[in-house]
């Protein structure tokens, strides 16, 4: 597998271009369809989330895949792609696989070691393979990514170097606008972000929550799992006058437009009574939140560039060189395990080789001898095939050592030409077409 990531995040792009990149509704669904259509792409994958969009394709050219997948991101996310050209990153192959799992431990996240990305990461993986884009390459990597974010965070303190974007957020409209216990609290969605704030602030000591839906269904499901002695409903478009009554509002829809706009929050702030400020944090991508909120007198907002701004100053930050040594430990073991994969359909057709000539000579014996008698003739065929053994176990065993190092292709190729290997049998063991890429038993997705 050849992989080619081609993304922009939190890191190379404003928020700006981030809220207008970003991919909603059926987009990033058609977004996977047509980079898996793409003539250049074998698998395709897409991570999409409020503060990262990246595609993850294995491709049979570089240059011709990069300019792909970017012309992709640039048309389904509507930015122009000169402009967003400017803010993508791309990395490839051992790079690529590296920068993957440094997403998935948390390093490249807003807020360092936040774990939820590693849900965010499951899902895109469910996504490709339910849409059948992804196969045994991209499933694989992704499992193995999982499994390197479990490992840092179990075997590492990255959790205490960071927090989930929720946590940090109330950090932050706590030190702006107080303690978040007592506070009379208004969640605006019911997704798996909005779930979460909710569930903080009831851990927070907040008694008094509303949660408006776009989905009724959803708001009230959400509620039962808090406990209607905590949380109820509120109807979405009974928001703007639930402003002046509350002291915390936390946003993260997937709506395109703005959805708590600026008049409303001034109309709540010139009617409340309390010292502290009406406090906002918007986590959604595009903002939720009218930024000129900004600029009113009374109100805090809180949003992604804030916290983007306020985690690159906290203390502590980059504490993750045990979290970092995994990482590079895990991408060699992995880029080793990759290379002497691509070698085994080339021992197998080699053994299977020999297997045929042993049959072969056994088969001449048995008619220029046919007397002999069976004990003579197992004696012989055993004899045989032990020699063969040994004169192919130490060459064998050496190329898959050789295999696992960084070029370790060129060994196979040579096993090849020694032995006179037929490509088509090579291919077959392999299941990949001679000349074509590698496909998934059956067609399918494992």
Request: with cysteine; aromatic share 2%.
């Amino acid at each position: 597998m050849s992989l080619l990531v081609v993304g922009l995040s939190h890191r190379t792009a404003p928020v700006g271009v981030l809220e207008r990149a970003a991919l909603t509704g059926e987009v990033p669904t058609r977004l996977l369809h047509d980079a898996a259509a793409s003539s250049t792409v074998a698998e395709a994958a897409l991570l999409n989330t409020c503060n990262r969009i990246e595609l993850y394709a294995d491709v049979d050219k570089f240059h011709a895949g990069v300019a792909e997948l970017s012309l992709l991101l640039a048309h389904h996310s509507g930015v122009d792609l000169e402009e967003l050209t400017s803010h993508l990153y791309v990395h490839y192959e051992d790079r690529a696989v590296h920068h993957l799992f440094s997403v998935a431990c948390g390093l490249d996240s807003m807020v360092v070691g936040e774990g939820q990305i590693l849900g965010q990461l499951r899902d895109a993986l469910a996504k490709a393979q339910d849409e059948h884009t992804a196969g045994r390459g991209l499933n694989e990597l992704f499992q193995q990514a999982l499994r390197v974010g479990k490992r840092a965070h179990s075997e590492t303190g990255i959790d205490k170097a960071g927090q989930s974007l929720v946590t940090f957020g109330l950090e932050q409209v706590a030190a702006g606008a107080g303690e978040i216990a007592g506070k009379r609290a208004l969640v605006v969605g019911a997704g798996s972000m909005s779930s979460l704030a909710a569930a903080t602030l009831v851990r927070s000591g907040v008694t008094d929550l509303l949660i408006a839906n776009r989905t009724p269904a959803r708001a009230e499901r959400l509620v039962e799992i808090l406990g209607p002695d905590v949380a109820r409903t509120l109807d979405l478009a009974k928001v703007p006058e639930a402003l002046a009554d509350v002291d915390l509002v936390i946003s993260c829809t997937g709506a395109a437009g703005v959805v708590v706009r600026a008049e409303d929050v001034a109309a709540a702030v010139a009617t409340r009574t309390a010292d502290t400020p009406l406090a906002l944090l918007d986590l959604a991508m595009p903002r939720d939140v009218d930024h000129a909120v900004h600029e009113l007198f009374g109100a805090l907002l809180v949003d992604l560039e804030s916290l983007s701004h306020a985690h690159a100053a906290s203390p502590g930050a980059g504490d993750v060189d045990e979290v970092t040594r995994i990482v590079a430990d895990e991408v060699t073991a992995f880029g080793a395990a990759q290379r002497a994969a691509r070698i085994a359909p080339t021992v197998v057709a080699l053994r299977a080789m020999a297997s045929d000539v042993v049959a072969a000579e056994l088969g001449r014996l048995d008619s220029r001898l046919p007397d002999l008698d069976e004990r003579a003739r197992a004696e012989i065929t055993q004899t045989v095939r032990r020699v063969v053994d040994k004169l192919l176990h130490a060459p064998t065993v050496r190329v898959k050592q050789l295999a696992a190092e960084p070029g370790g292709a060129s060994y196979a190729d040579a096993l090849r030409e020694l032995f006179d290997l037929d490509p088509a049998a090579v291919h077959a063991v392999s299941g990949t077409p001679v000349g074509g890429r590698p496909q998934p038993p059956g067609g399918g997705v494992r």
